[in-house]
């Protein structure tokens, strides 16, 4: 969210009010403004739209709903109660862009009147979630925190005046508000439920002396953007196979690999995962080497049958001084309608065994040892995931926020030594399918 413009933005926003009760439908070259009257000691106001009186007696606390303005240019007056537009205190010419949404406040005390506009997502939160924006609008009142009430933190140093935004999911909660870093409960909120699909601003407002919170609730009004896919692979024949290479030996160099002694890959760096190729069924070499050296170098040389319709995942792993080949069984197919699918794999070749979980401790695989793969699906959704000890709690990796797209197959790999342990992800378009078969051989040196 960006907050804080020209004192020309406010006047907009003084403008935007519409009675209470009614609701605006933005057409696509509209935009959408709430105008929120936060100045507490400032009296109410009339605001005029291009010379057209549109919004009488707006006080203090007022946050108007989501009013369509066309895109364009337009001229805002702001008058006390009851006066002209001569009489206009402010008197401003501002542009609004189609199919945006903003929060236009007016704020401090009224010696010190001044504006600020926050840019809004009123699009759907996620699954089970609720949107939850907190306005601290308070011109003298400190920095606070906001938390359950059990101490549970969910934000923290929140400054005048600033918003800061979460989701949550659905549910009652009792709510806290406390100076930042303090356990001074100086506004309570018990039993604030939240509902699934609902978005709700939080307005801490007043001066300290009197400081209380508004609730706002909102309909999300715009839909996200839909994700741009990734191209889909295209699926091998009924006589062909995929295969890729994952180069995961930490102090290897860049390597070529040659497939039945022609040159597919060159210069593959530590960690690199490249794309599939499709490549007829049968028998082949692989042969590994320096980049720049000829097949006669091979430090990897193995053969592998490839199997019509599958896919393969060819991986050099170990230290360089005990380096071999690895050959990966990978499934394609499409996950179950809103669904993902996620494969962890475990490359660092010194780590112990680990455990893949959520922060809140739900095990999704347990023990998973070097050189290994685990295969898992979920629905699609925001995941808090981390990688820890296999029975340990330490967190080694910690993926939190993790987003996964309903059709998408998601690999997670570990890999480095465990004193540089890193992790990569890629993500695939799974919309297709490749049937996996019963697990083959490895490469054989």
Do not use: C
Request: glycine share 8%; no cysteine; proline share 10%.
């Amino acid at each position: 969210m960006t907050l804080y413009r020209s004192l020309i933005v406010i006047l907009m926003a003084l403008l935007i009010s519409m009675p209470a009760g009614m609701r605006a439908v933005a057409q696509s070259n509209d935009a959408l403004v709430s105008v929120v009257h936060a100045s507490p000691d400032a009296p109410a106001v009339d605001v005029y739209i291009d010379g057209t009186l549109t919004l009488t007696n707006v006080p203090f606390f007022t946050a108007s709903p989501y009013l369509p303005l066309p895109a364009g240019e337009h001229r805002f007056q702001i008058t006390p109660t009851g006066a002209s537009t001569e009489a206009a205190v402010i008197d401003a010419v501002a542009t609004v862009e189609g199919g945006k949404a903003y929060t236009v406040a007016a704020i401090g005390p009224v010696a010190e009147i001044r504006g600020t506009i926050v840019d809004e997502d009123l699009s759907m939160p996620a699954e089970g979630q609720a949107r939850v924006d907190i306005y601290h609008l308070s011109p003298d009142a400190p920095a606070v925190d906001v938390k359950l009430a059990d101490g549970t933190l969910l934000a923290s140093n929140i400054a005048y005046p600033s918003v800061t935004g979460l989701e949550l999911p659905a549910g009652t909660y009792d709510l806290v508000v406390t100076p930042a870093g303090s356990d001074d409960v100086v506004l309570s909120l018990p039993g604030t439920t939240l509902t699934a699909g609902r978005i709700y601003d939080f307005f801490a407002v007043g001066f300290v002396s009197d400081l209380r919170i508004e609730v706002v609730e909102t309909d999300p009004v715009f839909a996200p953007a839909p994700p741009t896919p990734p191209e889909p692979p295209v699926l091998p024949g009924p006589t062909s196979s995929f295969v890729r290479v994952i180069h995961a030996s930490p102090d290897a160099p860049a390597v070529d690999i040659y497939v039945n002694g022609n040159l597919t890959w060159s210069a593959v760096p530590f960690f690199t995962v490249t794309d599939y190729i499709e490549v007829p069924a049968g028998e082949y070499r692989f042969q590994v080497t320096p980049a720049g050296q000829p097949p006669e170098a091979a430090v990897i040389d193995g053969v592998a049958t490839l199997e019509a319709g599958q896919a393969y995942s060819v991986a050099a792993i170990n230290p360089v001084a005990e380096v071999t080949a690895r050959i990966i069984l990978e499934n394609l197919t499409p996950p179950p309608p809103g669904r993902a699918r996620v494969n962890v794999y475990h490359l660092s070749p010194d780590a112990p065994a680990v455990d893949v979980k959520l922060t809140n401790g739900t095990v999704l695989a347990a023990g998973l040892a070097y050189p290994g793969k685990v295969e898992l699906e979920a629905d699609a959704g925001t995941y808090d995931i981390i990688v820890t000890p296999a029975g340990s709690d330490t967190v080694v990796i910690d993926l939190s926020g993790t987003t996964l797209e309903a059709g998408y197959g998601y690999d997670i790999f570990a890999v480095d030594f465990v004193a540089n342990l890193q992790v990569g992800v890629v993500a695939r378009d799974l919309i297709g399918g490749i049937v996996p078969p019963e697990p083959t051989e490895p490469v054989t040196d």
